[in-house]
């Protein structure tokens, strides 16, 4: 019985990720903006991988290989926001025109509240 | 420190037996004088993730809510390419002070989907937000909340 629920669990978790992975790729060609298909991305860099971890998890039940995938998703969580933060870093300091693709709003410059409202 | 090391060993070890608990209490000992000689790590700092753990925890929980939500969020625009979405690269300063918390909040912002720091110069973030509404009250949000207590408490 626990066998079971386990099993149902990890499946669960397993095709939620999954899905999340094809909304994933599907706004890759759906955004026509590099930072845009990033944020894409960033659902399954975040989210989709671990729900599948978590489903794997479950598969392997109370074991240290479910630890080592907690360890995985720690430095996943850890390592993966540096490299978005690299590569957006390089597009918003190489495009020239990036006023073009996006609005740029400076909330430092004496007026306070909602970037949003402005 | 030290514990993380030890669950790190016991962990790729695979097995728990005496000899593997011997060793990696040996090694992480090691490593942790190596670390607290050189990497200006101590046991004072030890002693304060022990007091700041529920808070720590509480950020953790934030996070991971937040994340949930903002994947809801993304995933609207991105199968409804009805709803028209506004991207906006968005600067702001927020009170934090340690650089610690800086990088813990740029980091956060950019796993929350919706939204990813650029950069982060003496204080001042640059965040790109898929949608002006994931950019609303980004300065004063509840990560930047919590870790204000954080540092209250660590300082």
């Keep these: 019985m626990t066998e079971t629920i386990r099993f149902l669990l990890g499946t669960a978790f397993i095709l939620c990720g999954l899905a999340i992975f094809i909304i994933e790729i599907f706004g890759n060609y759906h955004f026509g903006y590099v930072l845009n298909r990033m944020q894409a991305a960033a659902i399954g860099d975040s989210f989709g991988i671990v729900l599948c971890l978590v489903g794997m998890m479950f598969y392997f039940g109370w074991a240290l290989a479910g630890l080592k995938l907690l360890f995985v998703e720690i430095f996943l969580w850890c390592s993966s926001p540096v490299s978005s933060h690299l590569v957006a870093k390089l597009e918003a300091e190489t495009n020239e025109h990036l006023d073009r693709e996006v609005k740029i709003r400076d909330l430092t410059e004496g007026e306070e509240g909602d970037p949003c409202k402005r | 420190m030290f514990f993380f090391l030890f669950a790190l060993w016991i962990v790729f070890n695979g097995r728990v037996t005496a000899e593997t608990v ?47 939500k903002s994947t809801f969020t993304a995933c609207r625009f991105i199968l409804s390419p009805s709803l028209p979405h506004d991207p906006l690269i968005c600067k702001f300063r927020t009170p934090l002070k340690s650089e610690a918390a800086l990088a813990c909040l740029a980091n956060s912002i950019t796993l929350t989907p919706g939204t990813i720091t650029i950069s982060l110069d003496d204080g001042l973030f640059t965040v790109h937000c898929l949608d002006k509404s994931m950019a609303e009250g980004i300065a004063d949000s509840r990560f930047v909340q919590l870790l204000q207590r954080i540092e209250e408490v660590a300082l």
């Design chain 2, 22 to 68: 011997l060793l990696g209490l040996l090694f992480a000992a090691a490593i942790f004088t190596f670390a607290c000689r050189f990497l200006d790590y101590s046991l004072a700092k030890e002693k304060k993730i022990f007091i700041l753990a529920p808070l720590l925890l509480r950020y953790l929980g934030v996070l991971i809510a937040e994340i949930v």
